[in-house]
């Protein structure tokens, strides 16, 4: 079976984008296009996914409030989170990863080292 990703950006293009580059790695993708929208979806999956990729900067529900809700719940803090942001400054990074982020990835970012790092938290996570 293959890896489910999780992918939750305000960005139509950027989704559709991301989403090619996972399924050519033989990834499942499933996406939302905000914090809101991305937890009722959670609640209602049969297959939880097996890692999630959040933006920030999100109408309703940004990204720290995002993981922050997934953190609290003891069903899905288990699943590997890493932000994929525009936001650059040193205080929003520490910020993110105070709260735990698994990773946090600017944009513009190199592909393979995506691939690379979802690679990584799929294999710990199966640890």
Do not use: C, W
């Amino acid at each position: 079976m293959k890896n489910l990703i999780m992918i939750v950006d305000d960005n139509k293009d950027f989704i559709f984008n991301l989403e090619l580059l996972l399924t050519s790695h033989n990834l499942d993708v499933v996406s939302a296009l905000q914090g809101k929208e991305a937890l009722k979806l959670l609640e209602t999956m049969e297959r939880l996914p097996d890692l999630i990729i959040s933006d920030i900067l999100m109408p309703e529900m940004n990204g720290y409030d995002f993981f922050t809700k997934i953190s609290s719940n003891q069903i899905f803090n288990q699943i590997p989170f890493i932000f994929l942001t525009a936001r650059t400054s040193p205080e929003e990074i520490e910020y993110g990863k105070k709260l735990g982020v698994d990773e946090y990835i600017i944009k513009p970012f190199s592909e393979d080292s995506l691939i690379v790092s979802i690679n990584n938290k799929l294999i710990i996570r199966r640890h």
